[in-house]
């Protein structure tokens, strides 16, 4: 038996620590999310939501020696879009920095004890011994990346509902699913000692063969079906799905993070309407904790179709943060771009909106003497 | 709410409905709400026999499991597969799993194929919408000609709504390509014009009983299959290719079909026979009840063959195409709620289609006008300068914002300007993908032999 402290196991037991969630915007602002809690991303299409959340879901897949968290997740795909290879592209660049990272950091400790002349021998001889043995390197490494991909990649539950209630009763599934396997954070078998403590030792918590992280990608998938046609007068969305989602997010301590779709508009119209455009019903707006809603820059909206110079959807996105807490909100506005590597948030506040406007209308005109 | 009797649980129940009935729970929504204590208390049953109860419906309902890892294609034939990037390198089991899906992809061998990553992919809906007169239909026209030419075994289901189809103009691309390879049709051995079906469907209505159509017959050979192995929770999608290859593989008669009358496997003829013995044994003169039953069965005939034709031609579709969905969708614009409805199921049904028995699902989309001047009147103030620059016109793909949030992949074509200004030259760009493809867009040609790349280059 490992013996504890009275405050090793006050701190393990007792207090849920927040969580890194790999956006930038909700790690460096708020040092993580406190579990249970409920985020939601807001915005119009291909403005990054469901870009967003493969990070999320990256960060809580990877295992624990790459940075991740190691824990299952629960994916709702509603849209019925989910694609696998955005996410194992993700997955292995991500795994590829950190290996690069790694060898760089053992290059600075092992230069720093030795000679100047023994590190330039040295230093020539890896160089030979890296190109004689650079392929068989490069073949280990891919092998190890598939095998990591692999086995995280096995965290991951997909779930595809097609119909409302094929939804509704796959969420009490899970419920149930969780009751029976004792997913309580408080629980801890005894195989599980040893690993608490290294991660108590790196400030995490042990997250190993439980469910962390719900994801709903686009609840709004259903809204007009709801909406129109909705059961015996008991609309499903609005009543009942929101209760079940806060309760299995309170009972079990976890994340949640939703999508919805809305309507275009502008951006100091969306901080003040939100609810009423957003394709959702009222009821789950209250129970958020936090909100991101993202929108495009004026530039995207006119030159994404036209010119074909689609590198323009790219750039000069605003995005707003919310801290919804019964009808009192603080909002911070940020700019991102999507690119390969996935979402980047640039947490330094922009400048004002008019000098954009006036970058934005030069470049329509210069555009639009090409023509 | 369905009624609890009408499901099919593995496990006799039927003394736990009937009780449950005297307290008039007869839903399942009704069961799922209320307090499993309290019910065993009322009922004097063991609180285990509710809550496996329970915990069975609820594992009929849901939708399967499937992990993350299942969505890979972990085999190493590159053979197989119609992954055109992947055949150049050298090194193929060692690949990054960034590449490899269970989707399979379909070429177009047009220079699209570079803004599709390779062309249209198995469970996933693309869209092609451009003003007409731009490539859209010659494009699919070509893909639908590679698609046939390089699997025997596929089939394709055309949906034409603006009666743009021309099998003379297949016939023109495959006899193209045939000679650019040196091969006669003979040498080929593929009788690509039969295994393309051409339906004619000029409303929203009929395009869903096609639709349907289609999904009965891949069901139901399915359901055989299904019926063999074990009681299906942890049914993986993933098993259905398998089975599809072992049904092309069967002769059709052996096939069980949908119908649930007593002993209808194959023979009717077989049962008539018996029917006719047992006649003649009872000597029971009723002519009425004779002739009724032999109205029963011709009409069963009719619909057997009319299945069983369905069955021939469908069962191994690998693409739908439906040309321009905006001729279904545009007269029913309004502000009703029920026009969103019709879309969201429209592109839902679509979806489920590809997913659940791989296929690939194209449509054409037309465009829409938008002035500059409307959206920038507001930060303008002056009218006169709005009015010189709504010259410019911006086109969006039709239908609306809240279509463009269906298909996964996104194509427009469009036209450039020449440097002399007199010209307009088409070109393609992508609008939407989730792999984030390239970014540049490509120039086309349409020849005699299809959609081609353009001689002369352009830089944007």
Known sequence: MNKENFFELFSRTSQPTPLLTNLSVLDKELNGVLPPSIVSIEGPTQTGKTESILKVIQKFILPLEYGGHESMVVLFDTDLRFEI??????????????????????????????????????QRSEE????????????????????????SLSRLFVYRPITIDQFYYTLLWVQSFMKRNNNNR?????????????????????????????????????????????????????????????????????????????????????????????????????????????????????????????????????????????????????????????IQFEIAEQESDKDQDIESENEIEKENSIY | MEPLKSLNLAIDDSDLIHKLETINITTIHGIIKCDVPTLCNKLGVEEEKVSSFIEDILNTLRCYDIRGVDLIDHSTDLEKRQQPNLLSTKSSTLLPLSKKSCATVFATETPIDELLSGGVRTGEHTEF??????????????????????????????????????????????????????LKEKDLKCDIYDRIKVFKAFDVFEVYNILDRISDCLSSGLQKMNSQTTFGNGFEELQQQDILNLILQEPVENLHFQQKEKGSKNGLEEEIIKEKEDEKETKNG????????????????????????????????????????????????????????????????????????????????????????????????????????????HLNPALGEFWATQPSVRIMFTTKLSLTKKTKIPYACLIKSPRCGQIKPVFFSITEKGVEEREELYNF
């Open chain 1, 85 to 122: 290879t955005r996410l194992t592209f993700l997955l292995e660049e991500h795994l590829v920095n950190f290996s690069e990272q790694n060898k760089n950091k053992k290059q600075k400790t092992q230069t720093s004890d030795g000679n100047l002349e023994i590190e330039e021998q040295t």
């Open chain 1, 128 to 151: 030979t011994l890296l190109n004689q043995t650079n392929k068989k390197n490069k073949d280990r490494d891919q092998k190890r990346i598939n095998e990591i991909v692999k086995s």
């Open chain 1, 186 to 342: 408080q629980f801890n078998s005894t195989k599980t000692m040893s690993r608490d403590k290294v991660s108590q030792q790196r400030g995490t918590v042990n997250l190993q063969d439980k469910i962390s992280l719900i994801v709903i990608d686009s609840i709004s998938a259903f809204y007009w079906l709801d909406k129109t046609y909705p059961f015996r007068k008991q609309s499903l969305l609005s009543d009942e799905i929101p209760n079940l989602i806060a309760k299995i997010a309170e009972e079990f301590e976890l994340l949640v993070f939703i999508t919805i779709l809305q309507r275009t508009l502008s951006i100091k119209k969306q901080i003040k309407q939100a609810e009423t455009h957003s394709y959702l019903p009222k009821k789950l707006t209250k129970k958020f904790n936090y909100s991101i809603i993202l929108n495009h820059n004026k530039l995207s909206v006119h030159n994404v179709f036209n010119t074909g110079l689609s590198h323009h959807i790219r750039k000069h996105y605003y995005i707003a943060i919310m801290k919804t807490k019964k009808n009192s909100f603080t909002s911070q506005t940020y700019s991102y771009t999507i690119e390969n590597s996935g």
């Open chain 2, 129 to 182: 919408s451009g003003s007409s007169g731009l490539g859209k239909t010659q494009t699919c026209f070509c893909l639908v000609e590679s698609l046939l030419r390089n699997d025997p075994k596929a089939s394709v289901v055309w949906i034409d709504t603006t009666n743009s189809f021309s099998a003379s103009r297949l016939k023109e691309i495959h006899e193209s390509k045939c000679l650019k390879k040196n």
């Open chain 2, 286 to 393: 009723m002519e009425f009840e004779i002739s009724k039953k032999e109205k029963e069965k011709g009409k069963v005939k009719v619909k057997e063959k009319e299945f069983q034709n369905d069955f021939e031609n469908l069962i191994s579709t690998k693409l739908i195409i439906i040309d321009s969905v905006s001729v279904l969708l545009s007269p029913l614009w309004g502000r009703s709620q029920r026009f969103h409805l019709i879309m969201d199921s429209f592109a839902r049904s679509l979806k489920e289609l590809a997913i659940k028995y791989q296929m690939a699902v194209l449509t054409t989309n037309s465009v829409v006008e938008e002035r500059n001047g409307a959206i920038d009147q507001k930060n303008q103030p002056n009218k006169q300068s709005t009015f010189k620059k709504s010259n410019i016109i």
